[in-house]
């Protein structure tokens, strides 16, 4: 059973050509798949489109038994759906906490809120000890993983994560993909990780998806795309 | 002496009704990024359905309610009316609208109920308290000030206490963020019009009763005061409003009296120069600009 289908997706700007064309797609229920491409494949519009960010042209999405093709970004995020997009997200007006507690804003129980936070807390220790500072003081990498932490506290079916690595040191990097890949295990979490750095996004996943010409162009387990060279050399770029 | 104690206590009711509004005014500045000329209209609108409240019952009490409920209402229709469907991202077409909204409502107030001042009754004395031989605050001047207060403290408590709260900044700031973290954007920008106008309403609705009476232009000297005060604290901050709406009722209250109430605008406006030569961001602006 799929977590996230989605078929014949047309996605485009303007009235410019489809950056996404007549896309299929299927996540597995719990797997980490990463999603490569060179820059300008349409990762980012991808992910956008499926979250309602970017309307559609065409095509359907279904996460799990739910049709999100028609409704706003809001609602598809209540219904499972999660993304941390390209870049910092962080609301630089807000406070660390504030920043992580409106990721469960909707949920209406104020001691599940509560709870889930502290959860939050208990895997982010370096977010713990900034509480109260405001979000404008932050590194990039303090705030890329606030971004994991708000998307996570909302426990999505389904996250979707937009270069997450971009701008963090490797050990940063490692650090957090190591957090998700355990979150993903202990809870089925589904991800769709979208990475320029193929090398790290295909050592977190176990499948890896190619796009390219907005299509897809390989679908493979991630380790047999991260040996074949003609691939490695053709997308991958490493 | 004794003539300073009474226009330094003139200055902080007047400056209560100031700050409230022009707090108004930053609420809705930071919900849609628009400076919402129609303030004045609006509330005077609101103050017209307290008036006919109030006349039909014969309690101050119900104008007020009705007044606020009027205001609220008023808001949130403006918003998804008018301001919801213009274009985003260009701050011109809001202002065009919100000109254009004004003059709609002024010439149909003036036509539903005339032109002319209708006198408004406060619910207390306005005969100062006597302290030790000098005239203070009357008692309407303390149920004026200790009603703005009081309405401000809830909003900086909702604002920054409540989940609500949470969202409506959210939404403010970072419009994206706040709809990928589940909050209903457009609900939440229709409140921040409403709690605006809503404000806006009560400061007109305490003002009033002070003044001349009710007419369709009876709020818009209280508007372009309050847009300088909400330009001198910083328009993006409430506790600039504050800070600026009580310096500035004290300084036309002092000016006023020791000069002559023609001067009044006059040093609002010089006030307003100084500060922003001197932090053009306004007192409290933001220190660091968003970038996202
Ligand atoms: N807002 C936009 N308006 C018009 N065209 C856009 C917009 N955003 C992206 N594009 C175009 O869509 C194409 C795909 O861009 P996208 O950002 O999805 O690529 P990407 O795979 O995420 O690239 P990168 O790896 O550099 O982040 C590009 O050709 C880009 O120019
Ligand atoms: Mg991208």
Same mark, same amino acid.
Request: net charge positive; aromatic share 4%.
């Given at each position: 059973?799929?977590?996230?289908?989605?078929?014949?997706?047309?996605?485009?700007?303007?009235?410019?050509?489809?950056?996404?064309?007549?896309?299929? =797609?299927?996540?597995? /229920?719990?797997?980490?798949? %990463? @999603?490569?491409? !060179?820059?300008? +494949?349409?990762?980012?519009? #991808? &992910?956008?489109?499926?979250?309602?960010?970017?309307?559609?042209?065409?095509?359907?999405?279904?996460?799990?038994?739910?049709?999100?093709?028609?409704?706003?970004?809001?609602?598809?995020?209540?219904?499972?759906?999660?993304?941390?997009?390209?870049?910092?997200?962080?609301?630089?007006?807000?406070?660390?906490?504030?920043?992580?507690?409106?990721?469960?804003?909707?949920?209406?129980?104020?001691?599940?809120?509560?709870?889930?936070?502290?959860?939050?807390?208990?895997?982010?220790?370096?977010?713990?000890?900034?509480?109260?500072?405001?979000?404008?003081? =932050?590194?990039?990498? /303090?705030?890329?993983?606030? %971004? @994991?932490?708000? !998307?996570?506290? +909302?426990?999505?079916?389904? #996250? &979707?994560?937009?270069?997450?690595?971009?701008?963090?040191?490797?050990?940063?990097?490692?650090?957090?993909?190591?957090?998700?890949?355990?979150?993903?295990?202990?809870?089925?979490?589904?991800?769709?990780?979208?990475?320029?750095?193929?090398?790290?996004?295909?050592?977190?996943?176990?499948?890896?998806?190619?796009?390219?010409?907005?299509?897809?162009?390989?679908?493979?387990?991630?380790?047999?795309?991260?040996?074949?060279?003609?691939?490695?050399?053709?997308?991958?770029?490493? | 002496?004794?003539?300073?104690?009474?226009?330094?206590?003139?200055?902080?009711?007047?400056?209560?009704?100031?700050?409230?509004?022009?707090?108004?005014?930053?609420?809705?500045?930071?919900?849609?990024?628009?400076?919402?000329?129609?303030?004045?209209?609006?509330?005077?609108?609101?103050?017209?359905?307290?008036?006919?409240?109030?006349?039909?019952?014969?309690?101050?009490?119900?104008?007020?309610?009705?007044?606020?409920?009027?205001?609220?209402?008023?808001?949130?229709?403006?918003?998804?009316?008018?301001?919801?469907?213009?274009?985003?991202?260009?701050?011109?077409?809001?202002?065009?609208?919100?000109?254009?909204?004004?003059?709609?409502?002024?010439?149909?107030?003036?036509?539903?109920?005339?032109?002319?001042?209708?006198?408004?009754?406060?619910?207390?004395?306005?005969?100062?308290?006597?302290?030790?031989?000098?005239?203070?605050?009357?008692?309407?001047?303390?149920?004026?000030?200790?009603?703005?207060?009081?309405?401000?403290?809830?909003?900086?408590?909702?604002?920054?206490?409540?989940?609500?709260?949470?969202?409506?900044?959210?939404?403010?700031?970072?419009?994206?963020?706040?709809?990928?973290?589940?909050?209903?954007?457009?609900?939440?920008?229709?409140?921040?019009?409403?709690?605006?106008?809503?404000?806006?309403?009560?400061?007109?609705?305490?003002?009033?009763?002070?003044?001349?009476?009710?007419?369709?232009?009876?709020?818009?000297?209280?508007?372009?005061?309050?847009?300088?005060?909400?330009?001198?604290?910083?328009?993006?901050?409430?506790?600039?409003?504050?800070?600026?709406?009580?310096?500035?009722?004290?300084?036309?209250?002092?000016?006023?009296?020791?000069?002559?109430?023609?001067?009044?605008?006059?040093?609002?406006?010089?006030?307003?120069?100084?500060?922003?030569?001197?932090?053009?961001?306004?007192?409290?602006?933001?220190?660091?600009?968003?970038?996202?």
């Amino acid at each position: 059973m799929s977590a996230l289908a989605c078929d014949g997706l047309t996605v485009g700007y303007g009235d410019g050509a489809p950056v996404i064309d007549g896309l299929h =797609l299927d996540l597995a /229920e719990g797997a980490v798949t %990463a @999603l490569l491409g !060179a820059n300008g +494949a349409g990762k980012t519009t #991808l &992910l956008r489109a499926l979250t309602g960010l970017v309307p559609l042209r065409a095509g359907r999405i279904l996460l799990g038994g739910t049709d999100l093709t028609g409704m706003s970004t809001e609602d598809r995020m209540r219904a499972g759906l999660g993304l941390v997009p390209e870049g910092r997200s962080t609301v630089v007006e807000l406070t660390v906490d504030e920043n992580l507690r409106l990721g469960g804003l909707w949920r209406h129980k104020a001691k599940a809120r509560k709870a889930a936070v502290e959860e939050m807390y208990g895997l982010f220790p370096a977010l713990d000890r900034r509480r109260r500072t405001p979000g404008h003081t =932050l590194s990039g990498g /303090e705030r890329q993983m606030l %971004a @994991l932490a708000r !998307a996570l506290l +909302a426990r999505p079916r389904v #996250l &979707l994560l937009d270069e997450p690595s971009l701008g963090l040191a490797p050990k940063a990097t490692a650090q957090l993909l190591g957090v998700l890949r355990e979150t993903a295990a202990r809870t089925g979490l589904t991800v769709l990780l979208a990475e320029q750095n193929a090398a790290s996004a295909l050592s977190v996943a176990e499948r890896g998806v190619v796009l390219s010409l907005g299509a897809v162009a390989a679908d493979r387990p991630a380790a047999e795309l991260a040996a074949d060279p003609a691939l490695r050399h053709a997308y991958l770029g490493f | 002496m004794d003539r300073l104690l009474f226009l330094l206590a003139a200055g902080l009711a007047r400056g209560a009704v100031l700050a409230l509004f022009a707090l108004s005014l930053v609420i809705v500045w930071r919900a849609a990024r628009v400076v919402n000329f129609a303030q004045a209209a609006m509330a005077a609108a609101a103050v017209y359905a307290a008036f006919h409240a109030t006349a039909a019952t014969g309690s101050y009490w119900i104008g007020l309610a009705t007044g606020l409920a009027a205001g609220a209402l008023l808001g949130a229709a403006v918003e998804r009316g008018l301001m919801r469907r213009l274009p985003a991202h260009a701050p011109l077409p809001g202002i065009i609208v919100a000109i254009g909204l004004v003059m709609v409502l002024q010439a149909g107030l003036a036509i539903a109920f005339g032109p002319e001042h209708r006198p408004m009754h406060p619910p207390f004395s306005q005969r100062p308290f006597v302290i030790g031989g000098v005239p203070l605050l009357s008692p309407y001047d303390l149920f004026t000030l200790g009603a703005a207060a009081a309405v401000m403290a809830a909003l900086a408590l909702l604002f920054n206490r409540t989940p609500l709260g949470l969202r409506l900044r959210a939404a403010a700031f970072a419009p994206e963020t706040a709809r990928l973290a589940g909050v209903r954007v457009p609900r939440m920008v229709a409140l921040g019009w409403a709690l605006s106008a809503a404000a806006a309403a009560l400061a007109a609705l305490l003002l009033v009763p002070t003044e001349l009476g009710l007419n369709p232009h009876a709020v818009d000297l209280l508007f372009v005061n309050a847009f300088a005060v909400a330009v001198i604290g910083g328009l993006d901050s409430p506790a600039g409003a504050l800070l600026a709406g009580i310096g500035t009722g004290l300084l036309v209250s002092l000016v006023t009296g020791y000069a002559s109430a023609s001067a009044a605008p006059l040093a609002v406006l010089a006030l307003m120069t100084l500060v922003l030569l001197v932090r053009p961001g306004g007192l409290l602006a933001a220190k660091e600009a968003r970038t996202a």
